[in-house]
């Protein structure tokens, strides 16, 4: 159906009776009188012939149709408003603005800080808001970054969108101080035997994935949603992790454990920005994007180090 036989209006009114279930609370909330909104929805009513909203005693409750609307008209809602905020150009150091980055605790710890600190220099206007990355990312990619001016996140996980590249990392294994079953080297029996701890799901990262193709499941006790939180959850146990580098020698100190090389050629971590295409053309996301860049360039230089323990074979 063509948009220029739709009044656009009421998009925001089909948003608010959805969310708000009611007719004069879903006025109030975009500035229409009660005879208005309940003539917006007629005219939804009209267009979907579903009545969308339906009377259960007292209240109303979402037809089938009204509750598949509900996500895609917030998304959509969300990407009007970005549409129409976009800018031609953009001045750093006087505006002021916010921009809005999902990440991990891992990105935001290892790269969010330094871009925070160099934003804060050289545009002192500018906001930055972090929001974790919920663990639904893969199935509702294109929803997600329609909330927001970008997402942190390696390759290998989502793609189809347009991204740049920041820097790169190196996987390690934390293995507990403790545990005398992990000699010099860890085997890829020890990966096999031991019980593991990993991030939201077994095969997330890349490399989890790359071991499970090499005849290696891992045998998961605990699920977390904090890459931080790892080298707590294995030292004093017979627990591994798998873990990025950059991320371990920050953390160094904080729980009695060792990092160790994978004994497994992994594949190194590509941390990209990604974002919708919506904001490709726009000034200040422009801005935003040759920023990080810079900051990750500038994180690329000092590469992690290689580990003493190397892969056995």
């Known amino acids: 159906m063509s948009l220029s036989g739709l009044d656009l209006n009421l998009v925001m009114s089909l948003r608010a009776l959805l969310e708000e279930r009611n007719v004069t609370r879903a006025g109030q909330r975009v500035g229409l009188s009660q ?11 009209r267009h979907f012939d579903d009545d969308l909203l339906s009377r259960v005693g007292r209240s109303y409750e979402l037809t089938a149709l009204g509750r598949a609307l509900l996500d895609r008209t917030s998304t959509a809602c969300d990407l009007l408003e970005r549409v129409f905020s976009s ?10 603005y916010e921009f809005t980055v999902l990440t991990s ?3 935001l710890t290892v790269f969010g800080a ?3 600190r160099t934003v804060h220099a050289e545009a002192p206007g500018v ?19 329609s909330t927001a001016d970008g997402l942190l996140m390696p390759h290998g996980v989502i793609s189809g969108f ?3 590249d920041l820097f790169t990392d190196r996987w390690a294994f934390l293995v507990a101080d403790t545990n005398d079953e992990v000699g010099d080297r860890l085997t890829m029996d020890d990966l096999a035997r031991l019980p593991w701890v990993v991030y939201q799901r077994a095969h997330d990262a890349p490399a989890a994935r790359q071991l499970s193709m090499l005849g290696v499941d891992p045998h998961v006790e605990i699920f977390v949603d904090s890459f931080q939180a790892l080298p707590f959850m294995v030292a004093g146990t017979r ?10 020698e920050l953390l160094s100190g904080v729980a009695p454990v060792r990092l160790m090389e994978p004994p497994f050629s992994v594949v190194p971590l590509q941390e990209a920005l990604w974002w919708h295409p919506v904001h490709t053309h726009d000034a200040a996301h422009i801005w935003l994007r040759e920023i990080t860049a810079r900051v990750g360039a500038e994180l690329t230089v000092s590469e992690p180090g290689r580990l003493t323990a190397s892969p056995s074979t």
Request: charged share 25%; hydrophobic share 45%.
């Open 162 to 164: 347009p991204a740049v």
């Open 114 to 116: 330094e871009l925070a």
């Open 239 to 248: 627990r591994i992790a798998l873990i990025q580098q950059r991320l371990a």
């Open 127 to 145: 906001r930055l808001r972090f929001q974790r990355t919920p663990g639904d990312v893969t199935e509702d990619t294109a929803n997600l970054l």
């Open 105 to 107: 605790d891992y990105a």
């Open 35 to 45: 005879p208005a909104m309940s003539a917006a929805l007629a005219r939804l009513r």
């Open 87 to 96: 800018r031609a150009d953009f001045a750093p150091g006087s505006e002021e």
